[in-house]
């Protein structure tokens, strides 16, 4: 069914006919469906109706659709289930990455009595091998599920090798090439296995031009990699070089997607990854630490308006434009931090130097500060007859935009070689340091100038 929205009606519908276990009509419903619309159907029912509907979709899709779920709807659900209906249902017709993703949600104990009840003994090794990997690496990526060719074997045994080999695996990429200690040599290209003599050999014909990451690559570093060489599959190799799985691009997707969620939460003033489903308590949590800083910087800013408070009193003027000083000091941070945590997640910022990038936002700063300290320069000629706020309000804008944008620039530069998530420089932190120190910057200029000209 191509694009499914789901609406009251359907849901309702669709509960009537749990209720009444008409198995037909419910099949010739959701038939056609995609396994993630059946997973979005699934928040919207009970544990019992999920498990009705779930029964009555063949092994594949039923899998399909386990995979497809929020983790939390997820969990709930196999706690539902026995570990072994959790095995023969789901983890047999599973790709191991995808089993191996699942059972790790599960403590020790439920672990053990799911593998425990995989007939095929090959397979629940593969899934407890890849337990045993940081779900945060190119091990806890990758699939054990592939198709590999030693280099000595000639055309007709890699076919029929291949043959084998393809009823596990669901998407055929690429045909890796190994010697016989199960090293990684290159890649196999089917069209030139075809049109070379049958008596060929793969060692006379595979591409030894082939790219890989060892199991403890971090993941985003493995989603870097293969957006930079427009991969679909990467081969994962162990410390010694041999094979030991591939990860395709729907896996890197995934990366990509919680990055950006990741990184979007921290810009956003997040310290936890949360779901709008999580509880009030973990909410809160996740946001009370920045609020905390926000809180902090407040204070710190009204003790420096404070430390002014006789230029204030003497010139109530000044207080028109400390709003705009901050919001502008705020913005143009946002705007430097934003793009150079942009630049450093996609790998582009290693093309020039610290040096250099920091000497491009310095000639971008002063562009940006000469045409906004002009235009505030031209309005208050038009709108006041106060030099003196006139001259303070355009030195400050010029001076706010010049550090500001230094300092967007620099915080995440710095956070980056210090190995934290420059994401966060595009969160409160450069916002709220930008409003203290800009408007610092702002009442000393007013000082200055109302002492010289007033």
Not at 12 to 33: F, G, P, T
Not at 119 to 148: P, S, V
Not at 317 to 322: G, I, P, T, V
Request: net charge negative; with cysteine; aromatic share 8%.
């Amino acid at each position: 069914m191509a694009n499914f929205e789901l609406t009251r009606e359907y849901i309702d519908r669709l509960q009537e006919l749990i209720s009444a276990k008409d198995e037909d009509a419910i099949n010739s419903l959701v038939s056609d469906l995609h396994p993630a619309d059946i997973a979005e159907i699934y928040e919207e029912l009970t544990i019992e109706e999920a498990k009705f509907l779930y029964f009555l979709m063949d092994d594949d899709k039923a899998a399909d659709v386990l995979t497809e779920l929020e983790e939390d709807d997820r969990r709930r659900f196999l706690d539902s289930l026995p570990s072994e209906v959790i095995a023969k249902r789901f983890i047999d017709n599973m790709d191991s990455d995808d089993a191996a993703d699942i059972i790790g949600e599960m403590d020790d104990e439920r672990q053990q009595e799911v593998l425990s009840h995989l007939e095929d003994i090959t397979t629940a090794g593969d899934i407890a091998d890849l337990l045993n990997y940081d779900e945060n690496t190119a091990g806890g990526l990758m699939a054990k599920e592939l198709i590999k060719v030693k280099e000595n074997w000639n055309i007709p045994t890699c076919l029929r090798s291949m043959r084998r080999q393809a009823e596990e695996v669901d998407e055929i990429y690429y045909v890796y090439v190994v010697d016989n200690d199960g090293i990684l040599k290159g890649t196999l290209s089917l069209k030139r296995m075809l049109l070379s003599p049958v008596d060929s050999i793969v060692s006379e014909i595979y591409n030894s031009d082939v790219i890989s990451v060892k199991v403890d690559v971090d993941a985003e570093d493995v989603s870097y990699i293969m957006d930079k060489y427009g991969l679909v599959a990467l081969p994962v190799i162990d410390s010694i070089g041999r094979l030991v799985g591939r990860i395709t691009i729907d896996d890197v997707v995934d990366v990509i997607r919680e990055e950006a969620e990741k990184d979007y939460q921290l810009a956003s003033g997040l310290t936890n990854d949360v779901e709008a489903s999580d509880n009030v308590i973990r909410h809160t949590r996740a946001r009370i630490p920045w609020l905390l800083i926000g809180l902090l910087g407040g204070i710190l800013g009204s003790r420096v308006i404070g430390g002014f408070e006789s230029i204030i009193d003497d010139h109530p003027q000044l207080s028109f434009f400390m709003g705009l000083i901050a919001a502008m000091g705020g913005n143009v941070g946002m705007q430097s931090s934003a793009i150079v945590v942009q630049s450093l997640a996609s790998g582009s910022i290693g093309l020039e130097s610290t040096g250099g990038k920091l000497l491009k936002e310095i000639l971008i700063a002063l562009l940006n500060a000469t045409i906004l300290s002009i235009l505030i320069f031209t309005y208050n000629k038009v709108a006041s007859e106060d030099i003196a706020l006139t001259l303070t309000v355009t030195a400050a804008m010029f001076s706010v935009v010049v550090f500001a944008s230094l300092f967007g620039t620099f915080v995440p530069l710095l956070l980056n070689r210090m190995k934290i998530d420059p994401a966060v420089a595009t969160g409160p932190f450069v916002t709220t340091m930008n409003d203290i120190i800009g408007m610092f910057i702002y009442l000393t200029i007013g000082s200055f100038f109302f002492a010289l000209l007033v």
